[in-house]
C-alpha cells in the first residue's frame, strides 16, 4: 500500500491532472459510428492524442496515439484531442493503486475543446501557448510561434533526404526539422542510415538542394490550447482553448 495516503495537506490541491478546469462549454472529438480506440500502445491520459482512421475499418472508426509517429505519414502534427481525466484510465500495473493508462483498444473519448488540468513539464506563465511533445503527448510551455529546441544540428539537403553530419542530441522519428528554407511541417518520416546520429533521414517535405546549414530539431509541436495560469515545471497547469 506504498500509494496510501499518509498526509493531510493545509491546502487542498487545486486539482488533478487530466480534471475539467472548468464548468465553460467543452467539445468532444467526433468520429464515425465505430467511435474512438486507443492504438497499440496504449494512451496516457491527460496529454494529448493524435487520431487517425482505423485502416481498413468498416465503421469509420479511428484508433488514438500519444505518438504521433505513429499516425499516417503526412498528416498534421497538430494534435487531434486531449485525453480528460473521466474515469477511462486503467490499471495497468498489477496491484498499483492509481493509473493514467488506456489499454490498447479499449474505447475512449477525447476533447478539442474545454479547460482542463495537466501537469506541465516546463514553468509557464499565464498567456503562453500549450506545446505537446509529439513523442508521448505530455505538455510543456512557451510563447505563441516560438520552437521548443530539443537539439541543434548541421545538415545538407536533397528533396526529401536529410544528411545530418552534426547533432548535439539524439534525432527522432517524428521530431520537426525547422531552418532557414525548411518548409513548415517537415518532419523525420524514417530513418536512412542514421539512426539518430550522423547519417541519412527521410523527411515528409522536399526542401529541395541546399548545402550544409545550421537546423533544429523538436520534439514539440504548438497547439491551440493556452496556459491559463502560472506554474513551476511539472506543476498542474490550466490550459484552455475557445474564441
Do not use: H
Not at 41 to 55: E, I, L
Not at 202 to 228: C, K, M, W
Amino acid at each position: 500500500m506504498t500509494g496510501f495516503q499518509k498526509q493531510v495537506n493545509n491546502q487542498p490541491a487545486p486539482g488533478v491532472a487530466g480534471a475539467f478546469a472548468s464548468a465553460n462549454p467543452r467539445a468532444i472529438y467526433v468520429t464515425g459510428p465505430g467511435g474512438l480506440v486507443a492504438g497499440t500502445n496504449g494512451v496516457s491520459v491527460a496529454r494529448f492524442g493524435w487520431a487517425t482512421p482505423v485502416s481498413g475499418s468498416l465503421d469509420n472508426g479511428e484508433r488514438v496515439d500519444s505518438n504521433a509517429a505513429l499516425v499516417a505519414a503526412g498528416a498534421a502534427r497538430t494534435p487531434s484531442l486531449f485525453v480528460a481525466n473521466t474515469q477511462q484510465g486503467n490499471f495497468v500495473t498489477y496491484l498499483a493503486e492509481s493509473g493514467l493508462s488506456i489499454l490498447p483498444g479499449m474505447a475512449m473519448e477525447g476533447f478539442t475543446r474545454g479547460d482542463f488540468w495537466a501537469a506541465c513539464t516546463t514553468a509557464a506563465t499565464r498567456g503562453q501557448k500549450a506545446f505537446a511533445n509529439l513523442l508521448d503527448g505530455s505538455i510543456a510551455a512557451a510563447a505563441a510561434g516560438a520552437t521548443i529546441a530539443s537539439n541543434a544540428i548541421t545538415a545538407s539537403f536533397a528533396t526529401n533526404v536529410m544528411t545530418v553530419t552534426a547533432t548535439a542530441a539524439t534525432l527522432k522519428i517524428g521530431q520537426i526539422i525547422t531552418g532557414a528554407n525548411i518548409p513548415a511541417n517537415t518532419f523525420i518520416t524514417s530513418f536512412g542510415t542514421g539512426t539518430g546520429g550522423n547519417g541519412t533521414y527521410n523527411l515528409s517535405t522536399s526542401p529541395g538542394t541546399l548545402s550544409s546549414q545550421a537546423a533544429v530539431g523538436s520534439d514539440y509541436v504548438e497547439t491551440r490550447f493556452s496556459i491559463l495560469n502560472t506554474c513551476l515545471i511539472n506543476e498542474l497547469a490550466k490550459i484552455g482553448y475557445g474564441d
